[in-house]
Nanobody, 126 residues
Framework: QVQLVESGGALVQAGDSLTLSCVSS????????LGWFRQAPGKEREFVAG????????IFHDSVKGRFTISRDNAKNTMWLQMNSLKPEDTAVYYC???????????????????WGQGTQVTVSS
C-alpha cells in the first residue's frame, strides 16, 4: 500500500485558485495511478480527477473540467490538484487516493482505490 498525505486546503473566495498537494512516503508511488475525491457534508464521496501512473492519461468529473488540473512528479512522490475559478459548491474535504493495483489505467471507480489520505478541507465562500 501507499501512504498518502494531503495538504493545501484553505478558506478562499469564489473565483479564487488553490493548489492541493498529495505526498507519499512510500517507495512505490510511481507505480500507482492516483486520484482526487471529495466529500461534502451529507453527501457521498465523489471522484474529482485522476492521473495514470505514467501521467499519460488524466480524467475529470464533468463539474470540474476546464477548471481543475491534475499533475504528478514521480521523482518527488507528489501529486497536485490545481483548482481555478472555485465555486461554493466545490466546498468539501478533498482526499487523494491510490489505486489498489500497480500500473493500472486510471478509472473514476471508487472501489478501485485501495489507499487513502486523511483529507484536507477546502471551503469556498460566496
Amino acid at each position: 500500500q501507499v501512504q498518502l498525505v494531503e495538504s493545501g486546503g484553505a478558506l478562499v473566495q469564489a473565483g479564487d485558485s488553490l493548489t492541493l498537494s498529495c505526498v507519499s512516503s512510500g517507495g512505490t508511488f510511481s507505480r500507482y495511478s492516483l486520484g482526487w475525491f471529495r466529500q461534502a457534508p451529507g453527501k457521498e464521496r465523489e471522484f474529482v480527477a485522476g492521473i495514470n501512473w505514467d501521467s499519460r492519461r488524466t480524467i475529470f468529473h464533468d463539474s470540474v473540467k476546464g477548471r481543475f488540473t491534475i499533475s504528478r512528479d514521480n521523482a518527488k512522490n507528489t501529486m497536485w490538484l490545481q483548482m481555478n475559478s472555485l465555486k461554493p459548491e466545490d466546498t468539501a474535504v478533498y482526499y487523494c487516493a491510490a489505486q489498489q493495483y500497480p500500473m493500472g489505467v486510471i478509472t473514476a471507480t471508487r472501489h478501485s482505490f485501495g489507499s487513502w489520505g486523511q483529507g484536507t478541507q477546502v471551503t469556498v465562500s460566496s
